[in-house]
């Protein structure tokens, strides 16, 4: 089955934690971006790669990073220094680069601050 | 606000109506994509138009595109229960990089 993955489902982050969420595509897509959701908000873009070794800031890269060390894999890691860091959190790949083709999204990782 | 706004922002019909959604958008487009999102879950995409296409059709969707209004709309036909969920509007701005979303429309659809 070709698609997008995401890991996990859920995950809860302590104050002071730096956690990893995984995103990894079979669909030897080139470029992979990572977005927020918040309740009843749109998605919020927050990382891209249009290609390995290359990743651009989105709009709200503060307190995230990334590492684009394989074509498959784009894990987010959310910092300590998010101070907001609950939201849902959406990886997505696509064939083309700039948009211009349709975007494949994983299921999605639900964190929580406890 | 560089994003799409999708108008109304909840949406209830009865099963078997139809169902329109509207989007605006402020700067010029090379596409514009319709996306839904069930609950909980991740976003599917269900159609492209480009900048120079002004009306498109997949099964029971319609999409129109009037980029003099700078506007999108998407119409469901003859709506089911399983039509229930939260559609997006994405756009790739001319000499942009990646799509920029909309807030959504959140539609029901009672049995």
């Known amino acids: 089955d070709g698609g997008i993955t995401q890991s996990p489902k859920y995950l809860f982050r302590k104050e002071g934690q730096n956690v990893t969420l995984s995103c990894e595509q079979n669909?030897?897509?080139?470029?992979m971006y990572w977005y927020r959701q918040d309740p009843g908000q749109g998605l919020r873009l927050i990382y891209y790669s249009q290609i390995v070794n290359d990743f651009q800031k989105g709009d709200i890269a503060e307190g995230y990073s990334v590492s684009r060390e394989k074509k498959e894999s784009f894990p987010l890691t959310v910092t300590s220094a998010q101070k907001n860091p609950t939201a849902f959190y959406l990886c997505a790949s696509s064939e083309g680069a700039r948009g211009t083709t349709e975007a494949f999204f994983g299921q999605g990782t639900r964190l929580t601050v406890v | 606000s560089q994003q799409g706004e999708e108008d109304p922002q909840a949406l209830s019909i009865q099963e078997g109506e139809n169902a329109t959604m509207n989007c605006s958008y402020k700067t010029s487009i090379n596409n514009l994509q319709w996306y839904r999102q069930n609950s909980g879950r991740g976003l599917v995409h269900l159609i492209l138009i480009r900048s120079n296409e002004r009306e498109k059709h997949s099964g029971r969707l319609r999409v129109t595109l009037d980029t003099s209004k700078k506007s999108s709309s998407l119409l469901i036909t003859a709506s089911r229960a399983a039509d229930t969920a939260s559609y997006f509007c994405a756009t790739l701005q001319t000499g942009a990089n990646n799509l920029f979303f909309g807030t959504g429309t959140r539609l029901t659809v009672i049995p």
């Open positions: 669909l030897n897509h080139d470029a």
